[in-house]
């Protein structure tokens, strides 16, 4: 019959801790720099406005042409499709073939063309005081 020993904790186990701690520590102490040195690379509406650019960039790459007004940004398609990027009350929505309102971003203070050249364009949003993003865009020429 096996007997249990109250009196303390026998060798092998504390060696198989110890062994174990040992060999974890270096990790987790090298786990923990990194962590630690990770910054957030942009704030919530930050995001959101690189996203606004990601989808004008996929839409100017796809279409054939562009059309610039003021608070909005027409592209035309292939196929003869459009999509509109527009300033709707405080929204910036996306609407195809004059169809649809699927929501981009909310509570825009600010959402403006600005022709540069002739094959460039800047658009700037503004969410607040301090939250504007600018960007460059380049026009897609099809011969």
Known sequence: MYLLNNKGITLLPLLISISFLT?????????????????PLYVSTDSELRHVHFHIQSELNKSIDQQLETNSITFINHDGSTVKYELYHNLV???????????????VKEFKMTPLTEEAFIITISKGERQTFEKIYFKQVFY
């Open 23 to 39: 060999v974890i520590t270096p990790f987790l102490v090298q786990m923990l720099k990194f962590v630690l040195s990770i910054e």
């Open 93 to 107: 929505r996306r609407r195809v073939n004059d169809t649809g309102h699927e929501i981009i971003i909310r509570d």
